[in-house]
Structures are given as C-alpha cells and as structure tokens.
C-alpha cells in the first residue's frame, strides 16, 4: 500500500557527508512522522531521527549536532544530511513513516535500506 525507496547511501571517509533521501508512494492520504533508523549486523535497529508533519524533530545523541533531518511535504520525501561522519556510523539505514491510507486505514511503513559505510 505504501512504498518507502531510499537512495544516497555509499561509501566516504570519515569526516565526510551524505544525504539520505527516502520518497513515499502509494495510497497516501497522509503523512505524519517520518523517521530514519540504522541497524548494524547483529546489531538491534536503532533510532536515528524523526520529524513529524508540523516539522518536530528529535534526534538520538549519538548524531545530534552533525545530522540534520527534513521533509519536503509536497515531494512526500524525507532527507537526512549527514555530516562528520565517523566509522561507527556505518549502518544500513532504514526510513520509516506512518499516517493514513485513502480507506482511512492507518500505516506505518519501512523502506529496503541503503548501505553507509565510513572509512576510517
């Protein structure tokens, strides 16, 4: 019902930047919050970032100060800039959103992921 693609993961050194971008399709009624999320193998799926439809966002201390997350409403996409980045940031990162369907039925939804890796 709904589709999550991200894409800009990749390969950088450490002290470098990316940007993340993750675009919603499908039966969208609404949008409300939209998230990032990062899981390391073996590892649990963390919490990365969130921004909600009023633009709220909360960030995990790992990444506040040097990751920025926004939305374009219109575009039904969110972005997360990544900047200073360190090794321990290497991650498949994972973007989430929830909100409501045309039937009125509520999502919440998980993208494929897209590999970052920062080398030290």
């Known amino acids: 019902q709904v589709q999550l693609v991200e894409s800009g993961g990749g390969l950088v050194q450490a002290g470098g930047s990316l940007r993340l971008s993750c675009a919603a399709s499908g039966s969208i009624l609404s949008i409300g919050t939209m998230g990032w999320y990062r899981q390391d193998p073996g590892k649990q799926r963390e919490f990365v970032a969130r921004i909600t439809s009023g633009g709220r966002t909360i960030y995990a201390d790992s990444v506040k100060g040097r990751f920025t997350i926004s939305r374009d409403n219109a575009k039904k996409t969110v972005y997360l800039q990544m900047n200073s980045l360190k090794p321990e940031d290497t991650a498949v990162y994972y973007c989430?959103?929830?909100?409501?369907?045309?039937?009125?039925?509520?999502?919440?939804?998980w993208g494929q992921g897209t590999q970052v890796t920062v080398s030290s």
């Open positions: 989430n959103a929830d909100g409501l369907l045309y039937t009125g039925i509520p999502y919440n939804s």
